[in-house]
């Protein structure tokens, strides 16, 4: 198989974490006899620095002619002040690819419950999604001004957007464990009401997938309380965010946590939920994982390449069931020794 893929490796512990992504699609090519494509664009603070803007034309022609993107992450202390920020950037390339269904699997193994803060008990068996609504709400609505004095930020939600990012994810339970619990602050947002009237319409669609509702704070709890109760969960953008971190905890690190973004039609995008991690950028600390869990992602769903996707996924589970990991997770391996371990494994085990 040959696939043509943009590296956006961005800023901070981006360009770390997409070294070990490059090296790990590399040996797939090797011990299966791929082709890929790997070609970097400009993006974030360093397409600032470059050429001015964080999300140059030329990195959005290469991203729309890909067959897929993966992107490290963006931001740090250097350009908050700038007029251009990264994170602007990062929100037009989702607009762009109108990859309005961002997917972040909560996995947590038998073998790597300890790696978790929480108590084993409660994290065992964890096994859900978070459904994020990627391209609407506060991020994108307007108006959205600050002055001196006041400032403003808008939440809206068309019927489409919250109907065809709700469907996303009963289509997903319905592969998996047929429940879907919709996320929402419909006791006191009209952008919350509408999204549940939408979501109770939709679940008319699928009879064989149960639907609950949840209030974000209600879900904020539950989320570390009895995590186990969750399969599918589908949300606004902004909850998403903030409940996606959270649920990282579940797995002992935000450097855990992979996501795929999804449009109807065109190249998807992956990248971990983490931040470009400035405390520790440069430092070869940055935990690979949440970064090659990506790449997984993108060989199963972009490519159909299951087998890849596994072995990928099982070295990882081996790497860490062995007692390897770095420095967030309480271990001493850097991101390069780390995907040695990796890497290596996954000659093994073909
Ligand atoms: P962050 O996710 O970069 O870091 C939060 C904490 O988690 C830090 O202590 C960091 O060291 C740790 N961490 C994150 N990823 C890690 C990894 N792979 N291995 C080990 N430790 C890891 O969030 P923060 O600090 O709030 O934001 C830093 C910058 O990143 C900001 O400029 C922010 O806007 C940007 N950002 C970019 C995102 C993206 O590109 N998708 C997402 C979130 C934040
Ligand atoms: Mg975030």
Request: include cysteine.
């Given at each position: 198989?040959?696939?043509?893929?943009?590296?956006?490796?961005?800023?901070?512990?981006?360009?770390?974490?997409?070294?070990?992504?490059?090296?790990?699609?590399?040996?797939?090519?090797?011990?299966?006899?791929?082709?890929?494509?790997?070609?970097?664009?400009?993006?974030?603070g360093?397409?600032?620095d470059?050429?001015?803007?964080?999300?140059?034309a030329?990195?959005?022609a290469?991203?729309?002619?890909?067959?897929?993107?993966?992107?490290?992450?963006?931001?740090?202390?250097r350009?908050?002040?700038?007029?251009?920020?990264?994170?602007?950037?990062?929100?037009a390339?989702?607009k762009?690819?109108?990859v309005?269904a961002?997917?972040r699997?909560?996995q947590?193994?038998?073998?790597a419950?300890?790696?978790?803060?929480?108590?084993?008990?409660?994290?065992?068996?964890?096994?859900?999604?978070v459904?994020?609504?990627?391209?609407?709400?506060?991020?994108?609505?307007?108006?959205?001004?600050?002055?001196?004095?006041?400032?403003t930020?808008?939440?809206?939600?068309?019927?489409?957007?919250?109907?065809?990012?709700?469907?996303?994810?009963?289509?997903?339970?319905?592969?998996?464990?047929r429940?879907v619990?919709?996320?929402d602050?419909?006791?006191?947002?009209?952008?919350?009401?509408?999204w549940?009237?939408v979501?109770?319409?939709?679940?008319?669609?699928?009879?064989?997938?149960?639907?609950?509702?949840?209030?974000?704070?209600?879900a904020?709890?539950?989320?570390?309380?009895r995590p186990?109760?969750?399969?599918?969960?589908?949300?606004e953008?902004?909850?998403?965010?903030?409940?996606s971190?959270?649920?990282?905890?579940?797995?002992?690190?935000?450097?855990?946590?992979?996501?795929s973004?999804?449009?109807?039609s065109g190249?998807?995008?992956?990248?971990?939920i983490?931040?470009?991690?400035?405390?520790?950028?440069?430092?070869g600390?940055?935990?690979?994982?949440?970064?090659l869990?990506?790449?997984?992602m993108?060989?199963?769903q972009?490519?159909?390449?299951?087998?890849?996707?596994?072995?990928?996924?099982?070295?990882?589970?081996?790497?860490?069931?062995a007692?390897?990991?770095?420095?967030?997770?309480?271990g001493?391996e850097?991101?390069?020794?780390?995907?040695?371990?990796?890497?290596?494994?996954m000659?093994?085990?073909v």
């Amino acid at each position: 198989m040959e696939k043509r893929v943009v590296c956006l490796a961005g800023d901070g512990i981006g360009p770390e974490v997409m070294q070990s992504a490059k090296r790990v699609l590399q040996v797939v090519e090797r011990l299966y006899q791929h082709k890929f494509h790997l070609q970097d664009e400009l993006f974030g603070g360093a397409a600032i620095d470059e050429a001015g803007q964080p999300f140059p034309a030329r990195t959005l022609a290469a991203c729309l002619a890909s067959d897929a993107v993966l992107l490290g992450a963006v931001g740090g202390p250097r350009w908050d002040q700038a007029a251009e920020r990264p994170e602007k950037g990062l929100l037009a390339l989702r607009k762009a690819l109108n990859v309005f269904a961002n997917v972040r699997p909560v996995q947590v193994d038998e073998a790597a419950a300890h790696l978790s803060p929480l108590r084993e008990e409660i994290v065992k068996g964890v096994n859900f999604v978070v459904v994020r609504e990627l391209t609407g709400g506060i991020y994108f609505s307007f108006p959205k001004e600050r002055t001196a004095e006041q400032a403003t930020d808008t939440l809206t939600y068309t019927r489409r957007e919250i109907e065809r990012i709700v469907e996303y994810a009963f289509r997903l339970a319905q592969s998996r464990g047929r429940k879907v619990t919709s996320i929402d602050k419909a006791n006191v947002l009209e952008s919350s009401k509408l999204w549940r009237e939408v979501a109770i319409e939709v679940s008319a669609r699928y009879p064989d997938v149960e639907l609950e509702h949840l209030l974000v704070d209600a879900a904020a709890m539950e989320l570390i309380r009895r995590p186990s109760r969750f399969d599918v969960i589908v949300t606004e953008n902004l909850f998403g965010d903030i409940l996606s971190d959270e649920a990282s905890v579940l797995t002992g690190s935000l450097g855990m946590l992979p996501s795929s973004s999804h449009s109807e039609s065109g190249p998807a995008l992956y990248e971990p939920i983490h931040g470009s991690a400035p405390d520790i950028a440069g430092q070869g600390k940055a935990n690979p994982v949440a970064m090659l869990r990506s790449v997984a992602m993108m060989l199963e769903q972009s490519f159909g390449l299951e087998a890849e996707a596994q072995a990928v996924e099982n070295a990882i589970a081996a790497v860490l069931k062995a007692g390897h990991s770095t420095a967030d997770l309480g271990g001493t391996e850097t991101t390069v020794s780390f995907t040695d371990r990796v890497v290596q494994t996954m000659e093994e085990q073909v």
